[in-house]
């Protein structure tokens, strides 16, 4: 196998198998910084090993049973877990590496460590910015790099925020037990609020030159499949991959040929990748099957919903503006706030005209979205819609001062002149 192969090999493994082994790690060590170590001499020794021998058969297997056998060697160097180390090695056996386990009947422990561990890395004790990034780090297994990268920050910036986020979950003496009950729930929307709020900062980046980050959106992505595959019985968890598939699949087609922005009506929606939109569609049934049986949905399966409206049209004329208002009105209810009624209003003045999208626009609280473009960006829209040609170039001209981003900034000062034209 060339070499260049087996470095897409090692790659993809670890990219897919990291969450996995971190952790069965911290199960095994109860210490997450020391967990990642040891998935990481694991990853070490493939590097050594795959080029010289060969990707093994079963490379998951290979790389558990390798990052295993470090943690035991660990455990037998340390006095005071002498008895937990006969108990991990009676459980292991003695097989050798060349020989590797079945995990089929390890599975489900397996899933639970993983559950176990994006249950952990978005603690209460951290903060929103401090649980994205160990969450990329532990469950997305990206690199340090990788992870600055994405959120425009200097990579020792980052590295301090992922050391200071395990410390913190050291001093909070956080445990690797799921959650039960209110615990639980409540725990669930923040893991669910991460892999979104990963998702969105690709989808639509808040700050820097490029108007999406794709790499930074299809980790969202694979973060909501595996959580969707570790608790298949949410439907809300079901609902947010829906939605992450559903907006993913519009990706190629949101910048042109030169990276400038394309807005959702201009966009070619041939370019809409099919798989994903049939991968967001089946997401969503499987919300609706679990909620059928009376498990209540909330804001990702609603906001999944809409998703679905748009990506069923062929074209922007064919949208159903009505059903979105409707569902908008849903949500609304179900998950309160200023963004929600910033979207309603978008709905609202494409079903019923701008005039009652921009009365849902001036019911919201002053001040509420300040510093955001969102509200002026989507008011200069509707003013456009009416016809109110000046006051809509002085609304984009504010979306355009809030923003960091500058695609976005370009995007709304070229409408704000031809409103002036």
């Known amino acids: 196998m060339a070499d260049a192969t087996t470095a897409d090999a090692i790659t993809a493994t670890w990219r897919e198998e990291s969450a996995r082994l971190v952790g069965v790690l911290a199960r095994m060590t109860r210490d997450v910084g020391l967990a990642e170590d040891l998935a990481q001499d694991a990853l070490v020794a493939a590097l050594e090993n795959w080029p010289a021998h060969g990707v093994p058969a079963n490379p998951a297997a290979w790389l558990m049973t390798t990052a295993k056998r470090r943690a035991i060697d660990h455990i037998r160097r340390a006095e005071t877990l002498r008895r937990k180390t006969d108990e991990l090695g009676h459980a292991l056996g003695t097989e050798e590496v060349s020989s590797m386990?079945?995990?089929?009947?390890?599975?489900d422990q397996i899933e639970d460590d993983v559950l176990r561990l994006v249950f952990l890395c978005c603690h209460p004790a951290l903060t929103p910015e401090s649980r994205a990034a160990l969450t990329l780090r532990l469950v997305g297994g990206l690199t340090?790099?990788?992870?600055?990268?994405?959120?425009?920050?200097?990579?020792?910036?980052?590295?301090?925020?992922?050391?200071r986020a395990k410390k913190?979950?050291?001093?909070?003496?956080?445990?690797?037990?799921?959650?039960?009950?209110?615990?639980?729930?409540?725990?669930l929307d923040d893991v669910m609020a991460v892999i979104y709020l990963v998702f969105t900062e690709g989808y639509v980046a808040t700050a820097g030159d490029d108007w999406i980050r794709p790499d930074l959106a299809q980790e969202g992505i694979r973060l909501a499949r595996l959580l969707a595959a570790v608790a298949p019985d949410e439907p809300e968890v079901h609902g947010l991959q829906a939605l992450l598939e559903l907006q993913g699949s519009r990706l190629p087609a949101r910048?042109?040929?030169?990276?400038?922005?394309v807005l959702l009506d201009d966009q070619d929606r041939s370019r809409w990748d099919q798989l994903l939109i049939r991968r967001g569609i089946a997401a969503l049934a499987r919300a609706e099957v679990i909620a059928a049986r009376g498990v209540p949905v909330g804001r990702y399966y609603l906001q999944a919903a809409i998703a679905a409206v748009h990506a069923r049209s062929a074209t922007a004329a064919d949208t159903d503006w009505t059903r979105i208002?409707?569902?908008y009105d849903v949500l609304a209810?179900?998950?309160?706030?200023?963004?929600?009624?910033?979207?309603?209003?978008?709905?609202?003045?494409?079903?019923?005209?701008?005039?009652a999208g921009l009365a849902v626009l001036d019911a919201i609280a002053p001040g509420e979205l300040r510093d955001s473009p969102l509200e002026p960006s989507v008011r200069g829209d509707l003013l456009e819609r009416a016809g109110r040609r000046a006051e809509a170039a002085d609304a984009f001209d504010e979306a355009a001062r809030r923003t960091r981003n500058a695609g976005e900034r370009a995007l709304l000062e070229r409408r704000a002149a031809a409103n002036r034209g």
């Open 101 to 107: 386990p079945d995990l089929d009947a390890q599975v």
């Open 144 to 163: 340090t790099d990788e992870i600055a990268r994405g959120f425009l920050v200097p990579s020792a910036t980052m590295g301090q925020r992922i050391s």
């Open 168 to 187: 913190t979950l050291t001093e909070a003496g956080a445990q690797l037990e799921l959650p039960t009950g209110a615990e639980r729930t409540a725990r």
């Open 255 to 261: 910048t042109d040929a030169d990276g400038n922005p």
């Open 325 to 327: 208002a409707r569902l």
């Open 333 to 355: 209810t179900a998950a309160p706030g200023p963004v929600v009624e910033v979207n309603r209003a978008v709905a609202h003045g494409r079903a019923a005209g701008p005039e």
